[in-house]
């Protein structure tokens, strides 16, 4: 049910906002929204509600800018879907507007694709030495039009961001209004902020129109997540449905045989983000989906921080990174994880790090990197397609080369009162067998060392805190999550 604007004359007011058809809302919140509070690592965390917060409501992405800018505890309801290319005169952009609109109006992504091809700019090369024209252009000019065009493709990009890129300042709730609240193509960013709360969204990352070729004929790097954090603190994500659309979305065929991919991650967070749950969502139709942790470079930024809850969501035919992690502390509890697997196990040890398969190809579940340290208890994986029963691609590992100072999994039941097994295929499973098995495999490859992993529950950082539901046995876990995961 879309928001009733027609009734609620009268308890709408301007605010004192840039121009813009921004109103205060004084009604009632919705009805249908679950009433949960935070809890877990995010548990202390707010968002923009308190005794001076002021509500919005918004229908457009010019009123989403201009809220979600605002300096005060604020909350910010969407209705019905906003889309990021959409533009303040209510018209929408497309990729070669944002050329257009650049500094660079001679940026062309062929071009750009094409200068990266050595037996190309060779050819070019020869045509400009023998003082003739090439594909009908003289060549010269072609030679410094095409060696321009990597400079240039960051300037595009820029001009995307600026309308598809919102950021988010602190003390923020935004929250859709009922089960049709959309962001298509909107990339929210958290850059040092604090006390965010997203909830009940359909969330839709923007596809890149200027990624950058990495490895042929499928590896791009694309620029915009559904969210992207950064250094920001007491965020908690719930109730939200994560996607590229209702089906997985397929690269580009372009030419000399590129697949081009324009997406990234759908929630990534990196340089020191801490305190966040992440409960109730649906992840859906995606590879790529949750990076949690940067690079060795970051480490720094990282260690002691990066704790992350993820309590009660489902993964529905996500690849890959669900989740990745690095350098923190994470609690993988009570998930339901539905893949469906169509390679071979003897696939195992390469797919995780090929080149991006078909869109129906399912790389791994958990990415355990760089002295992190995972807590899995009481998840169900349900798995088909042509190879069901094979969990070699439950976990992937990588960089676990220092054995004094390792990683860690805790994966096993503990043997107290509640069940902390995990099932698999209706079947409970020694997860912590299968990731010595499979990180065996990986010292053999040497993406890791003896010792780089170890398996053991000991430490405050497996900790368990308070969840909202406690569940008998791992069976139940799964009714649960059908019933809440996604936007209500």
Not at 97 to 122: A, E, G, K, R
Not at 137 to 149: G, S, V
């Amino acid at each position: 049910m879309k928001f009733p604007l027609a009734l609620i004359t009268g308890i709408l007011f301007r605010a004192a906002v840039p121009a813009s058809a921004l109103l205060l809302y004084l009604g009632r919140p919705p009805s249908n929204l679950p009433l949960r509070t935070p809890f877990g690592f995010a548990s202390t965390s707010t968002g923009g509600v308190g005794f001076n917060s002021s509500t919005y409501v918004v229908t457009n992405a010019t009123d989403l800018r201009v809220a979600l800018k605002l300096p005060f505890p604020k909350v910010v309801y969407v209705n019905g879907t906003i889309y990021g290319n959409q533009l303040d005169d209510g018209s929408f952009a497309d990729c070669q507007w944002y050329i257009d609109t650049s500094p660079v109006p001679n940026y062309n992504f062929t071009l750009y694709v094409l200068s990266l091809n050595t037996t190309y700019m060779s050819l070019v090369a020869d045509a400009m030495a023998a003082n003739v024209t090439f594909e009908g252009k003289n060549a010269t000019e072609l030679n410094i039009l095409l060696r321009k065009q990597n400079g240039w493709r960051a300037q595009a990009q820029n001009s995307q961001k600026k309308w598809e890129g919102i950021d988010m300042t602190s003390n923020t709730t935004l929250v859709g209004w009922d089960a049709d609240a959309r962001l298509a193509g909107v990339r929210l960013g958290m850059n040092l902020v604090n006390n965010i709360h997203v909830r009940n969204l359909i969330l839709e990352p923007p596809q890149d129109c200027f990624p950058a070729p990495e490895t042929y004929p499928a590896t791009w790097n694309a620029r915009y997540d559904a969210i992207a954090a950064v250094t920001s603190t007491n965020v908690w994500i719930d109730g939200n449905t994560f996607q590229d659309g209702l089906k997985p979305v397929a690269p580009d065929y372009f030419l000399g045989g590129w697949w081009v991919d324009r997406y990234d991650g759908l929630f990534d967070a990196e340089d020191g983000c801490d305190n966040i749950t992440f409960s109730h969502n649906i992840v859906r139709n995606h590879h790529k989906s949750l990076l949690w942790g940067g690079g060795n470079k970051e480490a720094d930024r990282d260690l002691g921080k990066m704790h992350f809850t993820v309590f009660g969501n489902r993964f529905k035919l996500s690849q890959s990174r669900n989740p990745l992690m690095r350098f923190g502390t994470f609690h993988i509890q009570n998930n339901l994880f539905d893949s469906t697997n169509n390679l071979p196990s003897s696939d195992r040890v390469t797919v995780a790090f090929a080149p991006i398969p078909p869109i129906d190809s399912f790389q791994y579940h958990f990415g355990i990197y760089n002295q992190s340290k995972v807590l899995v208890s009481q998840n169900v994986f349900k798995q088909d397609g042509l190879y069901p029963n094979d969990d070699s691609l439950i976990f992937t590992f990588k960089d676990l080369t220092r054995a004094d100072i390792p990683a860690k999994l805790c994966a096993e039941n503990e043997g107290n009162t509640m069940s902390t097994s995990n099932i698999f295929n209706g079947m409970d499973i020694d997860l912590g067998g299968v990731a010595k098995k499979i990180f065996s495999t990986s010292v053999s490859q040497g993406l890791g060392v003896e010792g780089g992993l170890v398996f053991d529950c000991e430490g405050d950082e497996f900790s368990k805190l308070e969840m909202p539901r406690r569940f008998p046995s791992t069976h139940a876990v799964e009714g649960y999550v059908l019933r809440e995961a996604g936007s209500q």
